[in-house]
């Protein structure tokens, strides 16, 4: 399962002001619940097309996605920061497969141990 994002310029004040005027560089990288439920709450898009959800449906959306097997708190981290760079809101440098990459190394380290 896969969570699409949009973001623009109203949705990321909205989730700057809501995280007390915090940068929103700074807010990707809080991976608690609250604040992943808040950015999906803000900017995932619905089945329906709308842009958004209730925190009820924001917390079902990330059980769904952490059914996958292949997803975990990390990868929706990623998937979010992904989002934000590809709109422009964090550097379009940013290399995202790369973190990805090494997340997965490191993995790969540890289960070697």
């Known amino acids: 399962m896969k969570i699409n994002f949009k973001f623009n310029a109203t949705i990321v004040e909205e989730i700057e002001q809501t995280r007390g005027k915090l940068p929103?560089?700074?807010?990707?990288?809080?991976?608690?619940?609250?604040?992943?439920?808040?950015?999906?709450?803000?900017?995932?898009?619905?089945?329906?097309?709308?842009?958004?959800?209730?925190?009820?449906?924001?917390?079902?959306?990330?059980?769904?996605?952490?059914?996958?097997?292949?997803?975990?708190?990390?990868?929706?981290?990623?998937?979010?920061m992904e989002a934000l760079a590809d709109a422009g809101f964090l550097s379009r440098q940013m290399d995202v497969n790369a973190f990805r990459q090494q997340q997965e190394m490191i993995i790969q380290e540890a289960n070697q141990r």
């Open 24 to 80: 929103i560089e700074n807010i990707v990288t809080d991976t608690t619940l609250g604040n992943l439920s808040l950015i999906i709450m803000k900017a995932a898009i619905m089945e329906d097309g709308r842009i958004g959800c209730t925190k009820n449906t924001a917390l079902k959306l990330i059980d769904e996605y952490l059914e996958d097997e292949k997803n975990d708190k990390n990868t929706l981290t990623f998937d979010i």
